[in-house]
């Protein structure tokens, strides 16, 4: 069975910090999407960042990067210069070729001013 | 209004009553889905529907029944809940249920208390 788990429960940085979240994922396949999700207090998620695994380049939007390890099945969120707004739940996500994603149980991060 | 609108916010109800999950989607899209979120688990995937059928059940107990009018509204009948289904419900909608990579919309959800 295809699982994601994160590993970090929750988190905590100062504003300004970059922080790191880990997610592995376990799959038989070789192409696939995984993504970050984000739930603010509001509880709306937000995708914030998404990886096709055939691409080697890593994505990037804005303050948010990945480090994909497609052989070490290694997916993990930098957010550089946190702000006070990226204070929320993280989720990583997998899409298998069903395209059925696949949620870990989410890292909580808390940004400090 | 755009985007993914649930309601209610919040429910509180009885084992024995029923009630309705709505969920909106202004985004023209063509499939729709059900999450349960649960504290430190999984979202766990409980209904798909694409273009007003349904194509994924994923053996949730028949006190759970969902209803798709039209490809912009998902309901989700409550009826004869437990306790342990107390959790926030979240709705969310995509193009299509077959693109891959396909960004996932979701609602705010509902906070679903049993009591």
Same mark, same amino acid.
């Given at each position: ?5 994160q #590993?970090?429960?929750e ?5 300004a910090?970059?922080?790191t979240?880990?997610c592995?994922?376990?799959?038989s ?12 207090? #509001? ?13 080697q380049?890593?994505?990037?939007e ?18 550089s210069?946190?702000?006070?707004g990226?204070?929320?739940m993280?989720f990583?996500?997998f ?15 808390i940004i400090?001013? | 209004?755009? $985007?993914?609108t649930q309601?209610?916010r ?9 009630k ?10 063509n !499939?729709?889905?059900? /999450?349960k979120?649960s ?5 766990e995937?409980?209904?798909?529907y694409s273009?007003e059928?349904?194509?994924e ?7 759970f ?19 342990e289904?107390?959790?926030? /419900?979240?709705? !969310? ?5 077959? $693109? ?5 919309f979701? $609602?705010?959800g ?6």
């Amino acid at each position: 069975a295809q699982t994601v788990t994160q #590993s970090q429960p929750e988190m905590s940085v100062q504003e300004a910090e970059t922080v790191t979240l880990s997610c592995t994922y376990d799959t038989s396949e070789s192409n696939y999407y995984l993504f970050w999700y984000k739930q603010p207090p #509001s509880r709306q998620m937000i995708l914030v960042i998404r990886q096709e695994a055939y691409k080697q380049q890593n994505a990037t939007e804005n303050r948010f990067s990945v480090n994909f390890q497609k052989a070490a099945k290694s997916f993990s969120l930098k957010i550089s210069d946190s702000q006070l707004g990226d204070t929320a739940m993280y989720f990583c996500a997998f899409m298998d070729s069903n395209y059925q994603l696949i949620w870990g149980a989410g890292t909580k991060l808390i940004i400090k001013p | 209004e755009t $985007g993914v609108t649930q309601t209610p916010r919040h429910l509180v109800m009885g084992m024995t009553n029923k009630k309705s999950l709505k969920c909106e989607q202004h985004l023209g899209h063509n !499939a729709m889905y059900w /999450y349960k979120q649960s504290a430190k688990k999984p979202l766990e995937l409980m209904f798909v529907y694409s273009l007003e059928e349904r194509v994924e059940n994923n053996s949730v107990p028949s006190r759970f029944s969902p209803e798709c009018p039209n490809s912009s509204h998902l309901f989700l009948h409550l009826h004869t809940l437990q306790p342990e289904d107390s959790a926030l /419900y979240l709705c !969310a909608s995509s193009q299509d249920t077959s $693109g891959f990579g396909t960004e996932a919309f979701f $609602g705010q959800g509902t906070r679903l208390t049993v009591v």
